[in-house]
């Protein structure tokens, strides 16, 4: 599979696979805390306050959530009416962590596929991309990663992905280049190869090549 540890139950139970991420231990909140309290303060931020006292376990529990993919069941069904055109799902929410900085990167992901014998739970497109943004990233990675496990799972004609996002590591800080977003795709099987269907699943998603 394209990157990524994931466990998924051997048996399939009506067209749902259970996709589990197994590659990290859980979180130690309490020692996350600490050592939240310890970069606060080593920082010159001062903890001692009504409003900062709470501030080194609220840093904990909004990370450990940042990095805690949700468990999800992957439905598929059978592709009985023989579909064969794209389906594409636009403009699902993508909020991630680059693995640089820690800072959130932000936007929005277009998912689509030409279908083979099975076709997905719409949803599930939402939730692929919500599993792998859920950990420290980098926008190319996420984009392969959402692409190339449809590609395993599914066995679809091809799948296209396309990640339009905002990372604040380069809006709010450093470079300071507000207001600009990275765009990145992955292009797999007919969605690659074929022009026309490029053409038509990039003109679906807004971006022009
Ligand atoms: N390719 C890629 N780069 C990213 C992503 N998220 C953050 N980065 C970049 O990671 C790089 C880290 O560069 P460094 O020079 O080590 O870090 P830095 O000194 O904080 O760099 P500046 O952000 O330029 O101040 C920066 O250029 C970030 O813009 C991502 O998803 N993909
Ligand atoms: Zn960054």
Redesign the pocket.
Do not use: L
């Given at each position: 599979m394209a990157g990524g540890v994931l466990h998924e139950a051997k048996r399939p139970v009506g067209g749902a696979l259970r996709v589990i991420d197994e590659s990290r231990g859980g979180a130690d909140l309490a020692a996350a805390e600490r050592a939240a309290g310890d970069f606060l303060r080593a920082l010159g931020v001062p903890t001692d306050s009504a409003g900062l006292r709470e501030t080194p376990a609220r840093m904990a529990q909004a990370y450990a959530e940042l990095f805690a993919p949700r468990p999800f069941d992957l439905t598929t069904f059978p592709n009985d009416e023989g579909y064969d055109e794209l389906v594409l799902a636009r403009a699902i929410p993508v909020r991630s962590v680059?693995e640089?900085?820690l800072l959130p990167?932000t936007g929005v992901a277009h998912v689509g596929y030409l279908p083979g014998d099975r076709i997905v739970g719409l949803s599930k497109l939402a939730r692929v991309v919500e599993h792998f943004a859920g950990r420290p990233?980098?926008?190319?990675r996420l984009t392969r990663q959402v692409a190339g496990w449809l590609a395993d799972r599914l066995h679809p004609a091809g799948v296209g992905v396309v990640i339009e996002a905002e990372?604040t590591?380069?809006t709010l800080?450093?470079?300071r280049a507000a207001g600009s977003t990275?765009v990145t795709s992955t292009l797999l099987g007919v969605l690659r190869a074929d022009d026309r269907s490029r053409q038509e699943f990039l003109a679906g998603t807004g971006t022009h090549r």
């Open positions: 680059c640089h900085h990167f990233q980098v926008q190319e990372h590591c380069m800080r450093g470079v990275t």
